[in-house]
């Protein structure tokens, strides 16, 4: 039987074995990411060598980039004006603020714990590593015990936060010699990768969702074809800026924003109103579906390799990006907002790295340019601390920060936390 066949073979098994106790699973600490990466570190080379996916550099890339796509395209697409204005405050200064200060800290503490990179490198270190993925500590964000304006807040930065990220990313990606990104230059790579590629991402999801709406009015879309329909614009929104020679993630990131806005404002058709917006229902799941697959390649190709090579400098990295890189920020960011200490520290302790910092790492490794490969080591052991740490800790640390919220409730104190009631949330 050929590699590939048993590559498929064990993505499926491991897919249709996840699937049977994912509802079991969901009430332990061991999230899909857990199970799908560590299953990625077995079968690789690194232990039972069963498959060696790095044969298949090609396909691998293609997974996860499309994985990124979707699920840049559906967080852009569920992100709304009023998760930003109804108790804004928080999303706006974790990005405007927080998003900066962790690049420059995760670039300034890599300078001492990685040598022999560049100063580009080490910036690109720091950027990749910046980006959240909310699904790795998911119950942080969801449980209901949580103040809605930490839970809106924490889900509104992750929709946005990896989207973010992605100007830093190609900016210092083009400073490092001899990668694909440095052929146009840092100031062609702007021009190319952040204006060109966001205008045409605009325009796809703008005009997408204008059709959309307009053949909703007249009655001509299924429900089923409508939701494929999102995968169309996406995908189109990712291709029109690689034939550009730009950012597909930046343009189907801007294409969600887009594609988001012009859907909703249509809500009704044939003048009866309809029911809750199922659009981007199966492109989010396909996303999902993707994202966990992705996580099982990244623990083969990226995560076993770089724990047969692991350094003290490295681990020490990972557990600062994952602290003090991501809390400190967080701390300056809220000053003066009136969030008092327990909140400011669930908030920074929840920034999980998960499928973007995987995809944008694997990248970097693939332009096969010094440095590259401790790049890399330094960015898989970090996702996966981060996998395991704030995946196991988010369902007990968001019930005992839940129960922290009630007490002070209870005590009648006014504190920042009350700035979105239940009954206030986000629609």
């Given at each position: 039987?050929?590699?590939?066949?048993?590559?498929?073979?064990?993505?499926?098994?491991?897919?249709?074995?996840?699937?049977?106790?994912?509802?079991?699973?969901?009430?332990?600490?061991?999230?899909?990411?857990?199970?799908?990466?560590?299953?990625?570190?077995?079968?690789?080379?690194?232990?039972?060598?069963?498959?060696?996916?790095?044969?298949?550099?090609?396909?691998?890339?293609?997974?996860?980039?499309?994985?990124?796509?979707?699920?840049?395209?559906?967080?852009?697409?569920?992100?709304?004006?009023?998760?930003?204005?109804?108790?804004?405050?928080?999303?706006?200064?974790?990005?405007?603020?927080?998003?900066?200060?962790?690049?420059?800290?995760g670039w300034l503490l890599a300078w001492p714990l990685l040598p022999g990179l560049t100063v580009w490198e080490l910036a690109l270190v720091g950027a990749i590593l910046t980006a959240t993925d909310v699904a790795v500590g998911k119950t942080a964000m969801t449980e209901p015990s949580v103040p809605p304006l930490v839970r809106h807040g924490l889900n509104a930065e992750s929709g946005l936060n990896d989207g973010l990220v992605l100007p830093f990313f190609v900016v210092f990606a083009a400073g490092v010699p001899g990668t694909s990104y440095a052929q146009e230059g840092v100031t062609g790579t702007f021009w190319r990768s952040l204006l060109l590629s966001g205008v045409l991402g605009l325009l796809a999801g703008d005009i997408g969702?204008?059709?959309?709406?307009?053949?909703?009015?007249?009655?001509?879309?299924?429900?089923?074809?409508?939701?494929?329909?999102?995968?169309?614009?996406?995908?189109?929104?990712?291709?029109?800026?690689?034939?550009?020679?730009?950012?597909?993630?930046?343009?189907?990131?801007?294409?969600?924003?887009?594609?988001?806005?012009?859907?909703?404002?249509?809500?009704?058709?044939?003048?009866?109103?309809?029911?809750?917006?199922?659009?981007?229902?199966?492109?989010?799941?396909?996303?999902?579906?993707?994202?966990?697959?992705?996580?099982?390649?990244?623990?083969?190709?990226?995560?076993?390799?770089?724990?047969?090579?692991?350094?003290?400098?490295?681990?020490?990295?990972?557990?600062?990006?994952?602290?003090?890189?991501?809390?400190?920020?967080?701390?300056?960011?809220?000053?003066?907002?009136?969030?008092?200490?327990?909140?400011?520290?669930?908030?920074?302790?929840?920034?999980?790295?998960?499928?973007?910092?995987?995809?944008?790492?694997?990248?970097?490794?693939?332009?096969?340019?010094?440095?590259?490969?401790?790049?890399?080591?330094?960015?898989?052991?970090?996702?996966?601390?981060?996998?395991?740490?704030?995946?196991?800790?988010?369902?007990?640390?968001?019930?005992?920060?839940?129960?922290?919220?009630?007490?002070?409730?209870?005590?009648?104190?006014?504190?920042?936390?009350?700035?979105?009631?239940?009954?206030?949330?986000?629609?």
């Open positions: 039987m050929s590699d590939g066949a048993w590559a498929g073979l064990a993505v499926a098994g491991v897919t249709a074995a996840y699937a049977l106790g994912s509802r079991r699973l969901s009430a332990t600490p061991v999230t899909s990411a857990i199970v799908f990466t560590g299953s990625g570190v077995l079968i690789g080379p690194a232990v039972l060598d069963v498959v060696d996916i790095e044969h298949y550099a090609a396909p691998v890339t293609a997974l996860m980039e499309a994985a990124l796509t979707l699920v840049l395209f559906t967080d852009a697409m569920t992100v709304r004006r009023r998760d930003l204005t109804t108790g804004g405050f928080l999303p706006a200064r974790l990005l405007g603020i927080g998003l900066p200060l962790c690049i420059a800290a969702g204008r059709l959309l709406r307009a053949a909703r009015a007249r009655g001509w879309v299924a429900r089923r074809w409508g939701q494929f329909y999102v995968l169309g614009v996406a995908v189109s929104a990712y291709e029109l800026a690689v034939l550009t020679d730009g950012s597909g993630f930046i343009a189907a990131w801007v294409a969600g924003f887009a594609f988001g806005h012009a859907v909703r404002r249509h809500r009704t058709g044939g003048g009866r109103p309809q029911g809750p917006d199922r659009t981007p229902e199966f492109a989010g799941n396909l996303g999902a579906l993707l994202a966990s697959i992705s996580l099982m390649v990244f623990g083969a190709v990226l995560l076993g390799p770089a724990l047969e090579h692991l350094t003290w400098e490295i681990v020490l990295y990972a557990v600062l990006s994952l602290t003090v890189v991501r809390m400190l920020p967080v701390a300056i960011a809220l000053l003066g907002s009136g969030l008092r200490l327990p909140t400011v520290a669930y908030i920074g302790w929840f920034g999980p790295r998960g499928l973007a910092s995987v995809v944008l790492g694997l990248l970097v490794v693939e332009e096969q340019v010094p440095g590259t490969q401790t790049l890399g080591r330094a960015v898989a052991v970090t996702v996966a601390l981060s996998i395991v740490l704030q995946g196991i800790s988010a369902a007990a640390l968001a019930q005992r920060y839940g129960r922290w919220y009630a007490r002070a409730c209870a005590a009648a104190r006014e504190h920042g936390e009350h700035g979105l009631r239940e009954g206030a949330s986000v629609p």
